[in-house]
């Protein structure tokens, strides 16, 4: 089994937790950020943290001088991911979302880093798209800060290679769910804030029919992504779209979502203004390209919704 030396930002982010957890699990030596480790080390195996080294980093600040000097490999996957936050705190957003980006691809060119550097983009760098699915020579057109700011570090890596030559792999993400996300904030995964609401028994809120379609990804099928353009080197300087390529409309996600719970409601409302200026409409992704290199997704929406009720059923109390 290989054990390479493996940096991830955001590692107490909800994606992040999940791959720390399993970078361990395989025997890798993980170094791993974040904030308010007290907090979230609930989302930590006992495993990891005996093993992965926790460093304390505010994007808002310069790099810490605890991380490593020698790297094999980066997983960036540290910072702000509300599109609306964005739009109401924008400078913010540029700061923890570029900046720090900017300053960790700097600190790698000054320690000579040789290996690759993989970065959870956005499906928001699409925008509203021309034609569906959605695929890799879609045009890029952000409609909100957050996204722009995501597709600008995408630009930094091309840029970071062409100059430096840095090794990279973009992948983005689309609606990703599952165990170990906020379920007490709409800002940090609608799927998953749902089923928080529906575990209290709330009702969930739509805006206007729900008719929209949407493509939904179990953070495993995720999971399973990230390590496998990391291992393959046919994914060198190459982005990818990560989606299940199937469409479901917003409204059935949520019913799905109560099902599964067995309480909770749903009740629709017009859309809000700033709601509505940051609604991209119907989102589907084509995933061939990443299937070209092995992966495809594993698990149904309604499985995926079903395992992440399970989780939260028994873990209720660290998330609310």
């Known amino acids: 089994m290989e054990n390479n ?28 950020t974040g904030r308010n480790f007290e907090e979230n080390k609930h989302k930590l195996s006992k495993l990891c943290i005996q093993r992965a080294k926790f460093i304390e980093w505010d994007l808002t600040n310069e790099i810490p001088i605890s991380f490593p000097a020698s790297i094999d490999y980066v997983y960036h996957l540290a ?5 609306s936050y964005s739009l109401e705190n924008p400078l913010i957003d540029l ?10 691809l700097l600190y790698l060119k000054q320690i000579k880093f040789t290996g690759k550097f993989i970065y959870a983009s956005s499906k928001g760098v699409t925008g509203i798209p021309e034609k569906l699915p959605v695929n890799e020579d879609s045009i890029s057109k952000p409609i ?10 995408e630009e930094y890596l091309r840029i970071f290679n ?7 792999t973009i992948l983005r993400v689309t609606n990703v769910y599952g165990p170990l996300q906020t379920i007490n904030s709409p800002k940090k995964g609608i799927l998953n804030f749902f089923i928080g609401l529906a575990i209290q028994g709330k009702d969930i809120t739509i805006y ?19 390590e496998l353009i990391r291992t393959s080197n046919s994914t060198d300087n190459e982005t990818y779209y990560l989606g299940s390529g199937i469409g479901t409309e917003f409204h059935t996600m949520a019913e799905l979502v109560v099902k599964s719970v067995g309480k909770g409601g749903i009740r629709y409302i017009p859309y809000p203004r700033n709601a509505k200026s940051i609604e991209i409409g119907d989102f589907i992704v084509n995933n061939t390209k990443l299937k070209s290199i092995g992966w495809k997704p594993t698990v149904t929406l309604e499985d995926g919704i079903r395992k992440t009720v399970e989780y939260y059923s028994v873990n209720l109390d660290n998330y609310l």
């Open 95 to 104: 700061k923890v979302n570029v900046e720090a980006s900017l300053r960790l």
């Open 144 to 153: 909100d800060f957050y996204s722009a700011n995501k597709f600008i570090v």
């Open 5 to 32: 030396s493996i940096l991830v930002t955001g590692g107490l982010g909800f994606i992040g937790s999940n791959l720390v957890n399993y970078l361990v699990e395989q025997g890798h030596k993980v170094y791993y």
């Open 162 to 168: 062409l100059q430096f030559g840095l090794n990279y």
């Open 79 to 83: 910072g702000q991911t509300s599109h």
């Open 208 to 226: 206007g029919e729900g008719k929209q379609l949407r493509d939904y990804t179990y953070i495993d099928d995720c999971i399973s992504a990230l």
